[in-house]
């Protein structure tokens, strides 16, 4: 592959190291394998990422194929295995301080409150110009981002092998059942045909409609999609450490939706909460609805590892449905 990176991506002097690291022009890199669906998700993912300007991602260069085999290309890191928890909650809902060419007019920003920001900037930009027919679009430098008022992404992303579908979608509670939750239940249904997903599909339909009722008035934000404990860590960041964050399969989402992978391995601890919290604030109801996506991933991983996650699936759902 260190000929299709030349080639391909045109990144100079690859050399391999070792199985999936490379040397080149570009520092350290690292090759990460797997079907076209999946590495293009990914790398559409790490680029919304990087671009939001709030927490570390590796840097994505581009995708090569060779042979029918497709591979991702980004920055190696050097990881620190010491986790500040408290940090990574502020950086998940908190830009650094510095601004990038895209979002200058905005100020600080936020991972899950980028996208609210933007939408509230364009607000206030349209209703100046519609006030003041003297001040061009140009005399705003409107170079930035606009923002999304929908949910989705605009093109599929992979939570382990299996695709999602982001079709953009106005309301939240209809694209987490048609794309998250209905998905996995018929694949299940289908595959394996469980009497008690058959039984309850409905009900836990209903259910989810009432959970989310409450959640119809939210922005749809950036978030990573598959964040759990294993999909971020530290890195050097000069003298000192800062979270860093991969794997993503990212989407215009719920920010809630963050915590139900989160909640299925382990959880988070206090001072991560606090920190999340004093930027994104807590409304009512959310274990609740963490419950709901946690159920969502229990499903995916069932899809993915067969039977050794019915259990705790049905356990989920069960709880959920009352």
């Not at 040397?23 to 993912?45: A, C, I, N, R, Y």
Request: negative net charge; aromatic residues 10%.
């Amino acid at each position: 592959m260190d000929h299709a990176i030349e080639e391909q991506l045109g990144i100079q002097n690859v050399n391999i190291l070792k199985k999936g690291v490379l040397d080149s022009d570009e520092g350290k890199l690292f090759l990460k394998f797997g079907e076209e669906d999946l590495v293009k998700g990914e790398f559409e993912s790490l680029k919304a990422i990087q671009a939001s300007g709030t927490i570390q991602c590796p840097k994505p260069f581009g995708i090569v194929q060779r042979n029918g085999n497709f591979a991702l290309v980004t920055s190696y890191i050097e990881f620190q295995h010491r986790k500040d928890w408290a940090t990574f909650g502020n950086l998940l809902a908190r830009l650094f301080s510095v601004s990038i060419k895209h979002f200058r007019q905005c100020g600080p920003f936020r991972m899950h409150k980028t996208n609210s920001d933007l939408l509230l900037a364009l607000e206030q930009r349209s209703r100046l110009l519609s006030f003041n027919s003297e001040i061009s679009e140009d005399s705003l430098h409107l170079e930035q981002e606009e923002g999304t008022a929908k949910f989705g992404f605009h093109l599929p992303t992979c939570c382990g092998r299996i695709p999602q579908e982001n079709e953009w979608t106005d309301d939240w509670t209809k694209f987490f059942i048609c794309h998250r939750l209905k998905p996995q239940l018929d694949r299940l249904i289908e595959e394996h045909n469980v009497r008690e997903l058959i039984d309850h599909s409905d009900q836990l339909y209903r259910k989810t409609e009432k959970l989310l009722n409450c959640r119809q008035s939210i922005q749809p934000a950036l978030v990573h999609g598959d964040l759990w404990g294993g999909n971020w860590s530290m890195c050097l960041s000069g003298e000192d450490t800062e979270p860093i964050v991969f794997d993503p399969s990212s989407s215009y989402s719920d920010p809630e939706f963050e915590f139900g992978i989160m909640q299925m391995f382990g959880g988070w601890t206090q001072d991560f909460e606090e920190e999340y919290d004093k930027i994104m604030g807590k409304s009512d109801g959310r274990h609740e609805r963490v419950a709901l996506y946690e159920l969502y991933h229990n499903l995916n991983h069932w899809n993915h590892f067969g039977g050794s996650y019915r259990n705790s699936s049905m356990n989920l759902l069960r709880r959920i449905i009352g």
